[in-house]
Antibody, heavy 118, light 108 residues
Framework: QVQLQESGPGLVKPSQTLSLTCTVS??????????WSWIRQPAGKGLEWIGR???????NYNPSLKSRVTISVDTSKNQFSLKLSSVTAADTAVYYC??????????WGQGTLVTVSS | DIQMTQSPSSLSASVGDRVTITCRAS??????LNWYQQKPGKAPKLLIY???SLQSGVPSRFSGSGSGTDFTLTISSLQPEDFATYYC??????????FGPGTKVDIK
């Protein structure tokens, strides 16, 4: 059973870069035809897909965030990462990593709250 | 962008009730529609993929139907553990996955 775990700072200052890592266990990040995604959810609100990466390094980003987002993968560590630059309070949310097989998100991390505040 | 809407936004129901939630896409998405259940403080859980396929381990009281623009999630007999928020998600546009706003199911 694949398991995902997010890690990273829970507090980021405005204008700085949010950085999170997702560690995949129970399987190789390089196996199969999986993409690896980041999704976020502001408190009390709905889900927003941020972007995804394939182990080849190919990425797709939400156009609304594309100018600020970078997703990368480290297959040697079985990890993938999210960087979101120039953050504001509007980026405060629970951030989830998830696996994507055919477009459905079948495995999720538990989520990590990131607060943007000075 | 493909916009997803859900109705109702919330509903109150009793244990044993049959519950139906509707999801509509702003354009045809064939059967590229997935349903998730989310409980407070937890990550969403995949229930239904490809509009009507039950994810492994999900109880058979959950079912999905529809194609094109209109989809339905049905819980045949609501159980106490089913009180949660339900989201639909389109996977037709692989360049931008989008979710519906959610339907909260609570206890009457």
């Amino acid at each position: 059973q694949v398991q995902l775990q997010e890690s990273g700072p829970g507090l980021v200052k405005p204008s700085q870069t949010l950085s999170l890592t997702c560690t995949v266990s129970g399987g190789s990040i390089s196996s199969g035809s999986y993409y690896w995604s980041w999704i976020r959810q502001p408190a009390g609100k709905g889900l927003e897909w941020i972007g995804r990466i394939y182990t080849s390094g190919s990425t797709n980003y939400n156009p609304s965030l594309k100018s600020r987002v970078t997703i990368s993968v480290d297959t040697s560590k079985n990890q993938f990462s999210l960087k979101l630059s120039s953050v504001t309070a509007a980026d405060t949310a629970v951030y989830y990593c998830a696996s994507t097989h055919y477009g459905d998100f079948d495995y999720w991390g538990q989520g990590t709250l990131v607060t943007v505040s000075s | 962008d493909i916009q997803m809407t859900q109705s109702p936004s919330s509903l109150s129901a009793s244990v044993g009730d049959r519950v139906t939630i509707t999801c509509r896409a702003s354009q045809s998405i064939s059967s590229y529609l997935n349903w998730y259940q989310q409980k407070p403080g937890k990550a969403p859980k995949l229930l239904i993929y490809a509009a009507s396929s039950l994810q492994s381990g999900v109880p058979s009281r959950f079912s999905g139907s529809g194609s094109g623009t209109d989809f339905t999630l049905t819980i045949s007999s609501l159980q106490p553990e089913d009180f949660a928020t339900y989201y639909c998600q389109q996977s037709y546009s692989t360049l931008l996955f989008t979710f519906g706003p959610g339907t909260k199911v609570d206890i009457k």
